[in-house]
């Protein structure tokens, strides 16, 4: 079992910054790989990015690409998001999710655990 916890959303204007992060714990961290996923009001939980559990490559949404950065430190159990250049159909809530030794780091049901989420709004 793995428990995740996201934290550092909130309230920003288009243009500005944020980083979330995501606590995991319970099982052996660097076997997973990680993603990000938002779901904005009466839409789908999308893809946003992803970072492998192997050699620390990274996947991203064509629309978050060259704004967001997804990164891992595995000695504190943590993955990022950094959030650059946010813009108001970035408004949503955040999920962190996990899957052993996945590859298919796109499809939402290739993950076996998610976070609570976290709310990001950004405004005009």
């Known amino acids: 079992q793995v428990q995740l916890v996201e934290s550092g959303g909130g309230l920003v204007q288009a243009g500005g910054s944020l980083r979330l992060s995501c606590a995991a714990s319970?099982?052996?961290?660097?076997?997973?790989?990680m993603g990000w996923f938002r779901q904005a009001p009466g839409k789908e939980r999308e893809f946003v990015a992803a970072?492998?559990?192997?050699?620390?490559?990274?996947y991203y949404a064509d629309s978050v690409k060259g704004r967001f950065t997804i990164s891992r430190d595995n000695a504190k159990n943590t993955v990022y998001l950094q959030m650059n250049s946010l813009r108001p159909e970035d408004t949503a809530v955040y999920y962190c999710?996990?899957?052993?030794?996945?590859?298919?780091?796109?499809?939402?049901?290739?993950?076996?655990?998610w976070g609570q989420g976290t709310q990001v709004t950004v405004s005009s």
């Open positions: 999710a996990a899957q052993e030794f996945g590859s298919d780091y796109r499809r939402r049901l290739s993950y076996d655990y």
């Open positions: 319970g099982r052996t961290f660097r076997n997973y790989a």
């Open positions: 970072i492998s559990w192997s050699w620390p490559n990274t």
